[in-house]
């Protein structure tokens, strides 16, 4: 949950709040529970609600006679973009604040599992975390799987990825081990005159189960993967969605499942040559078939928009505001275990595009 304040504001070319003067108190700094204070703007030619976070707004206060007054960006405005990035901070930093010393205790469990080729832990190995810390928990085993394991691949690999709505994608944009795990391995095949690429199963029937905000969130996880240089790819056929997260080259096959799956994990590693042969059959449809396929890493992800029915020319225009200011001053994290690296580094991405 979030609580919000809100005020009245004027838009003259810059969003100025009016704050009371008891409203003024330092309970913006240290608040525990996550609050927004909100400027609004209502007038004939402008209107509109701006945001900040309490512990921003409270730096910015300007002392003015009788009441302050506080400065709001106005690439702030809530709109699907901030909403779903504040809803996407707020539903993951709270679980992983209240489990933070669970995840360790969790994870201590985990370890033994590490030295396995093969492996699958129940939900009893983190039967008394939140949802959210269970998909922290088999997230980041899964990237040290893979990583453990990236030597056997002799080629450059391909990867199959299940996220299909907002909530999951977020977790690229937020989860702090992830975009580390994202640059490293796009780091490893860089010199290659041959992209690697991530592939996703985007069927309609899930695009129109999601929100806007929750097709802005999937969008900007491919945003953030193209900008490392990994290329991605989509289908729409539902039939795709059963296959295991996996890595693949032509004689290997790395499996790593976290997501939507009856475990907190499940990793293999296989050479066997009709399994991978099966998947790469599949990927290999995937990727002649991509319903977002393009040269360059802009119309592949105008295509995507497409897909998601975003519209392209506006979502440009609000990442390249938003990517100049960053998201600290409206979803600041308070985990540890979060950071917003990875969604500023996509929105600054988009908003460069040619």
């Known amino acids: 949950m979030i609580d919000v304040e809100i ?27 996550r609050r927004l204070i909100l400027g609004h703007v209502d007038t004939p030619d402008r209107a509109g609600v701006f945001a ?9 206060l300007v002392e003015a006679g009788r009441d302050a ?11 699907a973009i901030t909403t ?24 201590a469990a985990a370890s033994p599992y590490r030295d396995m080729t093969r492996s699958a832990a129940s939900r009893d190995i983190a039967d008394d975390l939140d949802s959210v810390s269970r998909l922290w928990i088999g997230s980041a085993f899964c990237a040290d799987h893979i990583r453990r394991h990236s030597h ?17 994608a977020s977790t690229w944009l937020l989860f702090r081990h992830k ?8 780091e490893r095949f860089r010199s290659s005159s041959q ?7 985007l069927p309609p029937q899930a695009v129109a189960a999601s929100s806007m905000s929750e097709r802005i969130l999937l969008l900007l996880a491919m945003a953030l993967m193209e900008s490392v240089g990994i290329h991605t790819a989509v289908t729409d056929d539902p039939e795709y969605a059963a296959l295991p997260g996996l890595v693949m080259d032509k004689r290997r096959a790395i499996m790593a499942t976290w997501i939507r799956g009856e475990d907190v994990w499940h990793v293999d590693v296989t050479d066997h040559p009709h399994t991978v042969a099966a998947y790469r059959d599949a990927l290999g449809d995937v990727l002649a078939h991509s319903v977002t396929a393009s040269d360059t890493p802009g119309g592949r992800l105008r295509h995507l928009a497409d897909h998601l029915s975003l519209d392209w020319h506006w979502l440009q225009g609000r990442c390249a505001d938003l990517g100049q200011y960053g998201f600290a001053g409206l979803a600041e994290p308070r985990s540890r275990l979060l950071s917003l690296d990875g969604v500023d580094q996509a929105c600054r991405f988009i908003g460069t595009l040619p």
Do not use: K
């Open 69 to 79: 007054r506080l400065l709001i960006p106005r690439a702030y405005q809530l709109d």
């Open 7 to 33: 005020y009245p504001a004027v838009d003259d070319g810059r969003v100025l709040a009016t704050i009371a003067p008891c409203a003024t108190e330092r309970r913006w700094r240290r608040s525990v529970q």
């Open 195 to 201: 992209p690697m690429t991530r592939m996703f199963c």
């Open 179 to 186: 975009l580390r795990y994202l640059r490293d391995t796009a």
């Open 52 to 60: 900040l976070d309490s512990r921003q707004a409270d730096r910015h």
């Open 84 to 107: 779903g990035v504040v809803w996407a901070v707020t539903n993951l930093d709270l679980s992983l604040l209240l489990d933070d010393a669970r995840l360790d205790a969790a994870q």
């Open 152 to 168: 056997v691949l002799s080629d450059v690999p391909v990867y199959w990825t299940r996220e299909q709505r907002g909530e999951e």
